[in-house]
């Protein structure tokens, strides 16, 4: 199959969520807002929340208008340890049975002072109202270990599977990771094990079950300080794995990590995958397919965050970029003639850390703003395309 860039015609942007009561508290710091569309058509939408105290909470809202008003907030798990950001998005899994599975970074630090990350996981049987308690996906003791920069997937057999990065044992490196994924067996996650155990220790993971039920692992790899996304794929959920190879040869050498990983979304029988490559000839976010063939690049140094949203017809890349020396989000059609241009989402200035949905024929953007006092709020805008 093969993908252009589009133009997208805007018809109406719409800035909705402002004026929601969810997110009214002007007292709290909201982040990370992800969108999920359920199986019978509402729009989900997690993020995180901090209150004066220091305690964030993970929530859920649920919209049943496509992203214009959304109903009371459900609150998932609350600590001072709950942890969020664009490395390590909290994410929510539906599994074929309807069950809610929620997956957060949670942090602590021990009595000397050093500090410990994990990944924890809970889950909803009754439309997120009520959560089990939370618990680890790796059995190991927690103390002074990092695991992070996760993505999680269902997969065809209705396992869950967790993939991140972890703090290599005994290592005299700063900050060495290596790659490990972890796998529900009847709901109960199994050992660990490493699948990659050399890559880029700082940058986020993205996993995507394609049309075919193979499970992608797309991440960045370090071979040398050269930093490009690698992609592994098994066709037994998990059990095996093939080969790593590079998905495009950018051969971006940088001597640190760029805190940027792939994002993967399925679109028709493959994926479209982007990123941010600092190279020298061509710096910007590169949109690909699954067989690596690079359809774009957009942006500029600037560029960060993108996001794929995709239905059946249509694909939308969306990320944040300075525009007037402000971040804003921007966005692009992938389909159709081939005339590259980007769109500007109305009323975004100092948006940030947004994700997409595709909805009949509209896209829903959720994004930070970002506030002077540093307390960012959430705005939804909702564009007919």
Known sequence: M????????????????????VFGDTTKTYAIPTLLKMPKGEVLMS????DQQGITAFCLAISTDNGATFADKKTIYASAGVSGSRLMRPKILIKKDGTLVAIFSHRS????????????????????????????????????IVRGFFDAAVLTNNEI?????????????????DLRLVIT?????????????????CCNISLL????????????????????????????????????????????????CPHSGAVSAAFGEGALVTWFSGTETEKGLRLVTQDGQKLAVVGDASAKNSYVA????????????????????????????????????????????????????????????????????????????
């Open 2 to 21: 093969k993908y252009f860039l589009a133009f997208v015609f805007i018809v109406t942007s719409i800035a909705c969520a402002q004026a929601n009561p």
């Open 161 to 177: 599977a967790v993939a991140y990065l972890k703090d290599v044992a005994g290592s005299t490196k700063h900050e060495e990771r």
């Open 109 to 144: 630090n021990n009595s000397s002072g050093k500090r410990s990350l994990d990944i924890m996981h809970c889950s909803s049987k009754d439309n997120g109202n009520t959560w089990t308690a939370p618990q680890s996906i790796d059995n190991e003791p927690t103390t002074s």
């Open 310 to 385: 995709t239905d059946k017809k249509n694909a939308v890349l969306v990320w944040e970029q300075n525009n007037s020396n402000l971040s804003q989000i921007a966005f692009r059609k992938v389909n159709g003639n081939e005339a590259p241009a980007t769109t500007w989402l109305n009323d975004s200035k100092n948006g940030t850390n947004a994700s997409s949905l595709l909805v009949g024929n509209q896209l829903i953007v959720a994004y930070e703003v970002k506030q002077a006092n540093r307390r960012n709020t959430i705005k939804v805008s909702r564009v007919e395309i």
């Open 209 to 256: 079950v394609d049309a075919k039920g193979a499970l992608n692992v797309y991440y960045r790899d370090n071979n040398d300080d050269v930093r490009d996304i690698a992609l592994m794929t098994s066709t037994d959920n998990g059990v095996t794995f093939s080969a790593s190879k590079i998905l495009h040869n950018d051969k971006w050498l940088i001597k640190g």
């Open 47 to 50: 993020w995180t929340e901090k």
């Open 185 to 201: 067996k009847n709901g109960v996650f199994q050992p660990e094990k490493v699948i990659d155990p050399v890559v880029c220790d």
